[in-house]
């Protein structure tokens, strides 16, 4: 079952702009464990090289939509939100998996997790599967 409002038959844009909405409610929460690891984010990104995590979160209201889709953006190794909305849409829609897979979407699925991409690929062409960047780690998707 796909995650409301993210079925297939999005852009890669019209996806991370509705992705971006979704991490930016989690920003804004009360909850520390919504709110931390998307500030985490943004922070490592350097979108806010000025401020510290520890900083940001007391400030987290004031956060907007274009700070977390400049994240998405160096996230993916774009230098920004507007090189990315002209260049995402003609990158495949696997480029947006590690998005997908914090969404869920692949939870009907065996995963299993490596340190890096290496070891992934290792471990890949023995078993087969699927890989995912996921930051400096990867995981291997395989059906049951």
């Given at each position: ?27 804004r ?25 520890a ?8 956060l ?5 889709l400049?994240?998405?953006a ?6 920004s ?25 692949f ?12 070891a992934?690929?290792g471990w ?17 998707i395989?059906?049951?």
């Open positions: 079952m796909a995650e409301p409002g993210f079925g297939g038959a999005l852009s890669n844009s019209d996806f991370l702009r509705r992705y971006a909405k979704r991490l930016l409610r989690a920003a929460s009360e909850r520390s464990s919504e709110a931390l690891p998307v500030l985490r984010r943004i922070v490592a990104m350097q979108v806010t090289p000025e401020i510290s995590v900083e940001l979160f007391p400030l987290r209201a004031s907007q939509l274009k700070h977390v400049h994240t998405l160096r996230e993916l190794a774009f230098p939100w507007e090189t990315c909305s002209r260049q995402v849409d003609a990158r495949p829609s696997s480029l947006l998996d590690r998005y997908r897979f914090e969404l869920g979407m939870r009907d699925f065996q995963t299993n997790w490596f340190p890096d991409m290496g992934a690929q890949q062409r023995e078993h087969g599967g699927y890989l995912i960047a996921y930051g400096g780690q990867a995981v291997a395989l059906a049951h």
